[in-house]
């Protein structure tokens, strides 16, 4: 983990970076959710970011596309997938893997 610490204007401003593993060492421990070819996903947040994106791991990177109203739609070809989510908010963002199985 690095720690930023700098000065603007009269605010002191504190930075956290971490790194964390790709999402396949992420979701390795985690059951596949299973949906229908197509199906949509709701994505939720108690406290609303003010960006929302999601895409596939596609095996080194992720294909980010904007997540409008919060659905995601699902692929309709059968297969497992690992999506990945990025949420901003104005404190900081995060990133969110889970696997899926359509089927």
């Known amino acids: 983990m690095e720690l930023i610490r700098g000065q603007q204007a009269d605010e ?19 059951s596949p959710y299973t949906a229908a070819p197509g199906a949509k996903l709701r994505v939720q947040f108690d406290y609303r970011p003010s960006t929302l994106e999601a895409g596939v791991w ?27 989510i990025h949420a901003t908010w104005k ?7 889970f696997p899926i199985t359509i089927q």
């Open 58 to 84: 596609n095996g080194d990177n992720v294909d980010w596309q904007l997540v409008p109203n919060g659905t995601i739609e699902l692929p309709e070809q059968q297969g497992s997938y690992i999506y990945v």
């Open 91 to 97: 404190e900081g963002d995060a990133i969110y893997a």
């Open 12 to 30: 002191q401003l504190l930075l956290t970076t971490a790194d964390a593993a790709a999402p396949p060492q992420l979701v390795k421990e985690l």
